[in-house]
């Protein structure tokens, strides 16, 4: 359910292994997802590869590679990570992996959405809207990687509470006196929050985050010395919700899969603290559940008990980079030099995870 890059790699991967596999998504496709649309860290790197090959030209939007990310607090130089970074908007980015799970054999029916599942005796029944027509699907295994809202979450999980950051996006044409190459992280108040970024893509450039609209005076004040002119207007503009569940998932107050449903990537909240990366962890946890669904279907066991076995490594990487990210609130009482060093460390190691280890981090602060 959902042919974001979670649900395009699940699909493939199922496909590849035998399974009759159906990948159902609400909008027509292709379609734009609020996104910066990078290609963050390692995991990132190596599932694309491994899974995709390489990024088509075409995909990738000017410039195709960031050199890396910059963080900017006041009165501190910025930090520089070099970090190559392949970028892209979302909607060329997903149709291309939406093209490779079909060309393995997983069947895509889009302008279908998904109104609510119901499981027993080992089935699934999933409620669709099919253009006009609602229908009923049964399923043995499924697999929800319908996003930040997901519709499949909220099936399994009716009581949950579920938080939300509501991240905005301001389009603009031209560019700002800033490098193009990096992705800019700026942090007015001197605290890891709140923080905009800046990014360059093709003939426009982007001003993102959560409270850009609280921040209008500040992002005004960092951008005018650098060629922006505070009346102009977005081309377009655009936002969405992100689920705040770390808490939730580092408790085990939730868990991201029940019986034969598994949740992956923004559906079970798997987003890094401190760079904010969904891809990877959704490609990460997409293969996880197919993995997790062979499994079960060889030993006619539940998907959702080995999925959650093979989820906990993730869980403890997101558990350290939590608890490193609240660590991060308390360097901001030392000032934005030592918050900005830290922040730079932090980030990069984030960056760098490459296997499901339990990354060394702070001592548990939640
Ligand atoms: C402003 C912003 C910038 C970001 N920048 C980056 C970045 O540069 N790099 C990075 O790694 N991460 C970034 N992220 C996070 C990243 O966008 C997500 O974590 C990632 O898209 C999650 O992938 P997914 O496959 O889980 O879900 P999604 O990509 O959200 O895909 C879910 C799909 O499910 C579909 N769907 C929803 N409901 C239903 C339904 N009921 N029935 C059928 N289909 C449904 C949706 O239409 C969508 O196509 C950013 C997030 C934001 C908000």
Not at 30 to 43: A, N, S, Y
Not at 174 to 186: N, P, Q, T
Not at 216 to 240: H, K, Y
Request: hydrophobic share 40%; aromatic share 8%.
């Amino acid at each position: 359910m959902g042919a974001g890059p979670g649900g395009s790699v699940a699909a493939k991967k199922c496909a590849q292994n035998g399974f009759r596999t159906l990948l159902l998504e609400k909008r027509r496709l292709p379609r734009e997802k609020v996104c910066t649309g990078m290609i963050m860290g390692v995991w990132a790197h190596n599932i694309v590869a491994q899974e995709f090959g390489d990024i088509p030209q075409d995909v990738l939007v000017d410039p195709h590679y960031l050199s890396g990310h910059m963080l900017h607090f006041p009165g501190v130089e910025p930090q520089a990570i070099e970090w190559q970074t392949p970028l892209a908007w979302r909607r060329d980015l997903d149709f291309w992996m939406n093209k490779r799970a079909e060309e393995e054999g997983a069947e895509i029916w889009d302008t279908t959405k998904v109104l609510g599942i119901t499981q027993s005796e080992g089935q699934c029944r999933v409620a669709v809207k099919k253009g006009e027509e609602e229908r009923e699907l049964n399923a043995r295994f499924v697999i929800g990687a319908d996003g930040a809202t997901s519709r499949v979450r909220k099936s399994l999980f009716p009581n949950l509470k579920v938080p939300y950051m509501a991240p905005r996006r301001e389009c603009y044409e031209g560019s700002v006196h800033m490098e193009r190459d990096y992705f800019h992280w700026f942090f007015p108040k001197s605290r890891p929050h709140p923080r905009f970024d800046i990014i360059h893509k093709g003939d426009f450039f982007l001003i993102e985050g959560s409270g850009i609209r609280d921040l209008r005076e500040e992002i005004n004040q960092t951008l005018m010395g650098r060629g922006f002119d505070p009346s102009a207007r977005p081309v377009w503009q655009d936002g969405c919700l992100e689920p705040v569940l770390h808490k939730a998932l580092i408790l085990g107050a939730f868990y991201p899969a029940l019986g034969n449903v598994l949740l992956i990537g923004d559906a079970a909240s798997l987003i890094l603290p401190i760079t904010y990366e969904g891809i990877g962890p959704a490609l990460q946890s997409g293969l996880l559940a197919a993995a997790a669904i062979s499994e079960a279907a060889e030993g006619d066991r539940q998907a959702a008990d080995i999925y959650l076995r093979q989820l906990k490594p993730m869980l403890d990487v997101l558990k350290g980079l939590y608890s490193w990210s609240k660590g991060l609130e308390q360097k901001a009482e030392k000032g934005p030099q030592i918050l900005s060093r830290a922040m730079k460390e932090a980030y990069e190691e984030a960056l760098k995870i490459s296997s499901l280890q339990q990354v060394e981090l702070y001592p548990l602060g939640v």
